[in-house]
């Protein structure tokens, strides 16, 4: 093994996380932090970033970048009070510049908090009952869970699993309590019982699937629990291991990876095995090599069945043989629907997950409206965010519909009563201007992009077809484009790898087709190819499946997985 990359130095002196982040916070001279602070500030759920669009004129004008940060919730299976959302669109309206950006992880980020503002914007996540603690860095981070309303027991009990875990895994340290509310300073010699003083080697990602909908994507997840249903109870999860999506590219060393079953173990089972399978990696992942590091290497270093066993041996019991399962899909699923208890349920498209007022669409304010509402006459009902970057208002009675129909109407949030399934399905990354490793455009050139795709379905009778198409711009893959039936991976401005193949069930993955082409050249390879399938597809065959049939899509072997 590589010896310790310089980040795991940075952990081991932070005192469990608290480095000088105080001290950095308090610099009036510059808007960004100490150097090592920036890294540790990821594990507080904080990232430092800059205005990517006007960093060269600011070079040129010899000014410091533009800083400022985001903070992301932890906010396991996306679930908020209508008094929670209240309390985050006041703060990004507050503190942030870009409205809400609901995640691929279910959870919000508020953009372009200036470094002055951040304390006051974690104070008042904090007041409305939510934080950021581990929500990036290298921990456990979000944990998914399935968002289908209308099976509102079976969501119940997943969700109170998933929130256990979220909580039973989470640094113990006070350092998050002490830098952004104002509990006393330690001298930060807790115990961290499970994540050790070095946290782990990389970020770690559970999430729970309940079939037939896949919507967390569960083949991407470092550990997936399955949900198996038997006469209408939860009988526990299948158990998937070592997927993940980041791969950089001409690195063959890194590649996307589909999660491997390992067995099935009842509900009781979940956190001793995730507990498990996370100090697994936290003592045999690579501390040296980040871009080795994530627990989808060490399973294959290893080896599924030394891994399987030893999660057992610490686990302390043994896997039965997996059920099996069956997705149908993975899509939300839009527009109102009764839920098993008589309750009722709107799923919102909220394009690539930006919640801001702006060009005149006035989503955050339509959201607020229709949380407001929520507020006064259902306060029990939920806010669901979805691993699609969309929303669900959750368990409203029937007299309430009506108005807040009316609110999404006036909103541009009635979505889908207007888009195609592309529009309504379509998943792009953040990018730029925020992302630091983009390398070409995703979120901000939907709005151009997809029309024209759109219109080349059109063209070939494929009006409403539907196809996953998913935009990244890096290869660090956060729209999981790599399980998408079209990927456009960023590779320069302006250019993308093409990959092609995956299924629409999130179940395999695609592989690159054209590397490094620009948008003229992606439209007439997709003209051609909607041309054959629209001659050639079988009955109700999906676009991905029909073009590993016909070969224009071979799945990769995984280190051909980009290029
Ligand atoms: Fe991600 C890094 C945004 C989900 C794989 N991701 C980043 C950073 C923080 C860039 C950075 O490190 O400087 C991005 C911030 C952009 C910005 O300005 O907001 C970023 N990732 C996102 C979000 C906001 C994308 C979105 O449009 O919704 C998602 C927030 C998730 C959350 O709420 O926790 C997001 N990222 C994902 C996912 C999908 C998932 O988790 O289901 C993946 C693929 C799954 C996986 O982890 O394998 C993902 N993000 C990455 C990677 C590649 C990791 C790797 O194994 O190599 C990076 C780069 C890294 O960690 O070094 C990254
Ligand atoms: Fe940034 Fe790349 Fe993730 Fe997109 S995929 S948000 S460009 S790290």
């Not at 808007?31 to 990517?52: C, E, N, S, T």
């Not at 998943?427 to 630091?436: K, M």
């Not at 995956?502 to 051609?528: F, K, M, P, Y």
Request: charged letters at 25%; aromatic letters at 6%; glycine letters at 10%.
């Amino acid at each position: 093994m590589n010896e310790p990359s310089d980040l795991e130095r940075i952990k081991r002196d932070s005192r469990h996380l608290r480095g000088t982040l105080r001290e950095s916070l308090a610099d009036p001279v510059t808007g960004a932090l100490r150097a090592d602070d920036v890294q540790l500030l990821k594990f507080h759920g904080g990232y430092q970033q800059d205005d990517r669009d006007v960093r060269e004129a600011r070079r040129l004008a010899k000014l410091e970048p533009d800083y400022s940060f985001f903070l992301r919730l932890r906010l396991p299976g996306g679930v908020l009070t209508p008094a929670q959302w209240l309390a985050m669109d006041a703060a990004a309206s507050r503190y942030g510049t870009r409205g809400l950006r609901l995640t691929t992880r279910q959870t919000i980020q508020v953009h372009g908090i200036e470094k002055r503002n951040l304390r006051a914007a974690a104070q008042a996540i904090h007041a409305s009952g939510l934080d950021t603690i581990a929500a990036c860095g290298d921990d456990n981070r979000n944990v998914a869970a399935a968002v289908n309303p209308l099976l509102s027991r079976l969501h119940a009990q997943v969700f109170a699993q998933a929130s256990a875990l979220s909580s039973h895994l989470r640094p113990k340290s006070r350092a998050w309590f002490e830098t952004w509310l104002d509990e006393p300073a330690t001298d930060g010699n807790e115990a961290e019982p499970l994540l050790g003083d070095t946290y782990l080697p990389r970020k770690f990602k559970i999430g729970f699937a309940v079939p037939p909908e896949n919507d967390i994507d569960v083949y991407s997840q470092d550990v997936g629990l399955v949900a198996i249903v038997e006469d209408g109870k939860l009988a526990g999860y299948d158990v998937l291991v070592g997927g993940g999506m980041g791969a950089s590219h001409g690195d063959a060393r890194t590649y996307p990876r589909l999660a491997s079953p390992i067995g099935f173990i009842t509900p009781d089972q979940a956190t001793p095995l995730a507990e498990a399978a996370l100090t697994t990696q936290r003592d045999h992942g690579d501390r040296g090599e980040r871009k080795h590091a994530r627990f989808k290497y060490t399973v294959d270093d290893k080896g599924l069945d030394w891994i399987k066993a030893e999660i057992e041996r610490r686990a302390g019991f043994v896997l039965q043989p997996a059920r099996g399962f069956v997705f149908t899909q993975r899509g939300d699923r839009f527009g109102w629907r009764e839920g098993e208890d008589g309750r009722w349920h709107l799923g919102l498209r909220i394009p690539f997950g930006r919640v801001h007022d702006k060009d005149g669409v006035a989503r955050q304010t339509g959201m607020r409206a229709i949380a407001s509402l929520l507020a006064e006459q259902a306060p029990a009902a939920q806010i669901r965010l979805t691993p699609n970057q969309n929303a669900f208002i959750a368990g409203v009675a029937a007299n309430l519909r009506e108005r807040i129909d009316a609110v999404a109407c006036e909103h541009d949030l009635a979505l889908h009563r207007t888009e195609t399934r592309l529009g309504l399905d379509a998943v792009a990354c953040v990018a730029l201007p925020t992302c630091g490793l983009a390398m070409a455009e995703a979120e901000r050139w939907m709005p151009d992009f997809l029309p024209k795709v759109q219109g080349l379905l059109d063209a070939h009778g494929l009006h409403d077809e539907p196809i996953d198409l998913r935009v990244s711009g890096c290869p660090n893959g956060c729209s999981r484009p790599y399980l998408a039936e079209i990927a456009l991976i960023g590779k320069a401005p302006g250019r993308y790898n093409l990959m092609l193949g995956g299924d629409h069930r999130g179940q395999r993955l695609n592989a690159l087709h054209r590397g490094n082409i620009v948008e003229s050249e992606i439209l007439a390879e997709l003209d051609t190819l909607f041309t054959r399938f629209a001659a050639g597809r079988e009955t109700g065959e999906r676009f991905g499946d029909f073009l590993a049939r016909a070969g224009v899509a071979t799945p990769p072997l995984p280190h051909e997985a980009t290029a």
